[in-house]
Every structure is written in C-alpha cells, then in structure tokens.
C-alpha cells in the first residue's frame, strides 16, 4: 500500500508541475483511477486517501465493487471508459457519472432515452478513434462532426468533450494534439487522454481527465 501512496502523490505532483508549466487547460487535470482488475484493498485505500473519481470499462465488474462503495461514499465520481453495448445502458446509466466512451449513434440514442427514464443527467465525451484503428472503437475523426453534432442538437445529450486512446505502435502526441484541436473546434472543454506510459504527455496536450491504473495501483489480477 506504501507504494500506491508514492505513486498517487507523484502523479498528483506532476498534475501540479505540468499544469502550471504548460497551463493548457483551464482546470487542473482530473485523475481518474483506472480501478478495473484491482483488488479491493488497493481500491478501499485509495478512497481512504480521499480520492473520489475512479473508471472502470466493464458494467457487471464495477456493479459488483462499486454500488456499495457508492453508499458509503456518496461523492464517488464514477467513469465509464470502456465500449458500451445497448444491452447495458440501463445499468451504466445507473451506475456511472461521467461517460466517456460515446462511439456510435445508436449508444448516443440509448443513452439519451435512458437517462430520460431515469431522470439523470450524464456528462458524455465522444471516443474518437484517432488511429482510425479497425479494431478500436470510437468514431472515426471525419465523422465526429456528424455524431457531436448529432448528439448536441438532436438529443440534447451533455456533450462535454472527446476521449482517444491512441494505438499503441505510435508516439501519443499527435494523436493528442488531434483530440486538442477537435475539441476547440467543436468547442468542447473536456478531454480525456493519457494512460500509465503517456499521461505526462497528454497533460501536455491539455488533457482534463487522465485515466491512469497500473501506474497507480501496480499490476492488474486476472
Ligand atoms: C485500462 C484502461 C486505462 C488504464 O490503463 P493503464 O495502462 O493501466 O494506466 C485507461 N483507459 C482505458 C480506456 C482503459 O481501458
């Protein structure tokens, strides 16, 4: 635990260094714990550090670890990262508060009509597939327009920005730099960009959410 400790206070302090260096974004970089795979322990000390935003990209796993921490601590901000099936919408909306994993026309219209039912509002970002990788979801980066637009006018859905994981063969940079400039052309303020191995670089780049896990926790289980 000692060493969740150090890394969470070496990334906080790099949040701290990069952001006033480069001050890209108008709010400091909000960490999300990357909480999917680790065991309890490492999850249950992390909140009692006091750290409340955490992601997850599977809806049964974090169900099963984050209903009842959610009773416990109601400030819990919880993230979706992970691809969304229509057949989970109920659940995620249920369960997550920020949403940052929008793909597809389809998901947008489910989270729209579920968020009406169960009277929430759910901030959203658009996964953009910046390395137009075929086995990656997101939305292409030439047909983002269409579906933020969509998203904004049509379904009314608050759209607060853009998410990318970059592929892995490439330097994350530019694929940043895309996401930044998307993002301010569509004016949107939120961006959600930077892993373990780039976070560094993504904050660079303006990045308002880091998702960051096996650096923080260690390796995942299973
Ligand atoms: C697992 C995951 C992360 C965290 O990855 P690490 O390399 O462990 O920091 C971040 N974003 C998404 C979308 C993920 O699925």
New binding site residues.
């Given amino acids: 635990m000692q060493s969740i400790q150090e890394s969470y206070a070496s990334i906080g302090e790099k949040i701290l260094t990069y952001h006033y260096q480069y001050k890209l974004s108008e709010r400091l970089p909000v960490l999300v714990a990357?909480s999917?795979r680790q065991p309890d322990e490492r999850i249950d000390f992390l909140l009692e550090l006091g750290h409340r935003d955490f992601?997850e990209?599977h809806i049964q796993e974090a169900e099963a670890r984050w209903v009842k921490r959610k009773n416990i601590y109601a400030d819990i901000r919880l993230h979706l990262?992970?691809p969304l099936q229509s057949n989970k919408v109920r659940q995620a909306v249920a369960l997550f508060d920020v949403i940052h994993s929008v793909d597809r026309e389809k998901i947008a219209r489910a989270i729209k009509k579920e968020c009406d039912a169960q009277q929430k509002e759910i901030p959203c970002l658009i996964q953009i597939n910046s390395g137009d990788e075929s086995q990656k979801s997101g939305v292409a980066p030439t047909e983002a327009a269409a579906l933020i637009g969509l998203c904004k006018k049509e379904l009314h859905l608050p759209i607060e920005g853009l998410m990318c994981?970059p592929p892995h063969s490439e330097p994350s940079a530019p694929h940043f730099a895309l996401l930044n400039k998307l993002a301010k052309k569509h004016d949107l303020p939120e961006l959600s960009m930077g892993?373990?191995?780039d976070y560094e670089t993504a904050i660079r780049f303006g990045a308002t959410y880091i998702?960051?896990?096996?650096?923080l926790f260690g390796e995942?289980i299973r």
């Fill in positions: 990357v999917k992601g990209n990262i992970g994981i892993m373990s191995d998702r960051v896990g096996t650096k995942r």
